[in-house]
């Protein structure tokens, strides 16, 4: 139990392009989605927090008109990164809580960006 | 100042070897404590949770030291497949901190 899927696994873009990562709880709802960014030997960095059906929480210096966050469904969360740049080629990685512990998030499996 | 910082790594030791790992969190805030495991180019996955009076799974042990903010993870008899970054998190209300990670290579 407890899978989160995303998609795609990888992609590569031309810079000025937008790309949209879906993140997928499969056997759970997912009352709160959260994404986070990791640079090569960096941690991982919380971007934002979405809770189903609400505007999503962005962390301090994270632009949200860049980095569209949409939760609409209690399975479905979506991040589109707008106007992608070589400096948005990263790991991003979501993860799904049900609503217990808030350590009790369930990792997807990552998105590795590419923009060139 | 980072809000959880770990030892900068990496850690090379042949099997069978015991490693330590520590990390420092600057938050007393701080409400929960983790180790995880990060494979290359993976998720990271919950290794185990930490608590003050301490915890063991198998070969890892696990401490928490709240007055010195401090958390380390112990490895025993370390196995090839150990190797990967262990992340050092914190929760801090509700939001998971995550250190920079130590890598641990185990040789044959």
């Known amino acids: 139990g407890a899978v989160v899927s995303q998609h795609p696994s990888w992609v590569i873009c031309k810079s000025g392009t937008s790309v949209k990562i879906e993140c997928r709880s499969l056997?759970?709802?997912?009352?709160?989605m959260f994404w986070y960014r990791q640079f090569p030997k960096q941690s991982l960095m919380l971007m934002a927090t979405?809770?189903?059906?609400?505007?999503?929480?962005?962390e301090q210096g994270v632009e949200k008109d860049k980095f569209l966050i949409n939760h609409a469904s209690l399975t479905l969360s979506t991040l589109t990164v707008t106007s992608a740049h070589p400096e948005d080629s990263s790991f991003y990685i979501c993860?799904?809580?049900?609503?217990?512990?808030?350590?009790?998030?369930?990792f997807g499996p990552g998105t590795r960006l590419t923009v060139t | 100042r980072k809000e959880v910082e770990q030892d900068p790594g990496p850690f090379n030791v042949p099997e069978g070897a015991t490693v330590a790992f520590n990390c420092t969190y600057s938050?007393?805030?701080?409400?929960?404590f983790f180790w995880y495991r990060q494979d290359c180019r993976k998720e990271p996955k919950l290794l185990m949770s930490?608590?003050?009076s301490g915890n063991e799974d198998g070969r890892f042990t696990a401490q928490l030291n709240r007055a010195s903010q401090y958390i380390s993870l112990l490895i025993r008899d370390s196995k090839l497949s150990d190797s990967a970054t262990y992340l050092c998190?914190?929760?801090?209300?509700?939001?998971?901190?995550f250190g920079q990670g130590t890598e641990l290579s185990v040789k044959p």
């Open positions: 993860s799904a809580s049900a609503g217990g512990q808030p350590y009790e998030q369930y």
């Open positions: 056997d759970f709802q997912a009352t709160t």
């Open positions: 979405s809770n189903e059906g609400s505007k999503a929480t962005y």
């Open positions: 938050n007393s805030a701080s409400q929960s």
């Open positions: 930490v608590y003050s």
């Open positions: 998190v914190v929760n801090q209300g509700g939001k998971l901190i």
